[in-house]
């Protein structure tokens, strides 16, 4: 059953405690769109007018550099939020933002959102939390490129995985590129360390999931020696 505005963003994690009469205004003021796999949602340096919420499917937040080598920064799937950065400090959009899959947003416009904040602190709550978490994941991410080894970085990145799934079981939605452009490392590395990773008997790889047998090896990994 397709869900209305207001059930879509009841169903935001980071908007959970913002009152029902916010979500009213802002479901109003909102617009729905779809994305084909491989087309970019958000350009960076544009100017940033909006935020975004993903409904279905999964979008990626990259740098891409001269040479067109792209540095994945996040994976988001549904109930995530992206854009919020830009429509908060009225400056350029700071990566680019890419649809993985198939996707469906909906968008939540500037006048509206700050008309909302203005005038509810719950709101504002909400939004400083999203912006707290964000900034939490960068530094975990930076300390986990600073320190680790790659056996480390992927170990980091499956437990993150893990994480975000609430299982030692998750879906395998990342390819072996997507995983070396999350943590700095080539494809090759990547697809050798998860077969050692897997020799060892610390994960099982099936076709559509990926299940941690042995988390304790995992965590030693990510502690820097």
Do not use: W
Not at 24 to 38: F, M, T
Not at 94 to 112: N, P
Not at 189 to 202: F, I, K, N, P, Y
Request: hydrophobic share 45%.
């Amino acid at each position: 059953m397709t869900q209305s505005p207001l059930e879509i963003l009841r169903s935001v994690p980071i908007l959970s405690t913002v009152p029902e009469s916010d979500l009213v205004a802002l479901a109003q003021a909102s617009r729905e769109r779809s994305y084909p796999a491989g087309q970019v949602i958000l350009r960076q340096d544009a100017p940033g007018d909006a935020m975004y919420v993903v409904i279905e499917g999964r979008v990626k937040v990259v740098l891409i550099g001269e040479d067109g080598r792209e540095v994945i920064l996040s994976v988001l799937g549904p109930g995530a939020v992206f854009g919020e950065m830009a429509l908060l400090d009225d400056a350029p959009r700071s990566a680019h933002v890419i649809a993985m899959t198939q996707c469906h947003v909906m968008t939540l416009y500037r006048g509206a959102f700050h008309e909302r904040l203005r005038a509810s602190p719950d709101l504002c709550l909400a939004m400083l939390a999203a912006l707290s978490s964000r900034l939490r994941l960068a530094d975990e991410r930076i300390r986990a490129l600073s320190l680790l080894d790659v056996n480390g970085r992927v170990a980091h990145l499956l437990l993150q995985q893990s994480a975000e799934a609430g299982s030692d079981t998750f879906p395998r939605r990342l390819t072996h590129q997507n995983m070396a452009e999350l943590i700095g490392a080539s494809r090759e590395t990547v697809s050798r360390t998860l077969q050692h990773l897997s020799e060892r008997g610390v994960i099982e790889i099936g076709r559509r999931q990926v299940s941690i047998l042995d988390r304790a090896a995992l965590e030693a990994a990510v502690r820097p020696t």
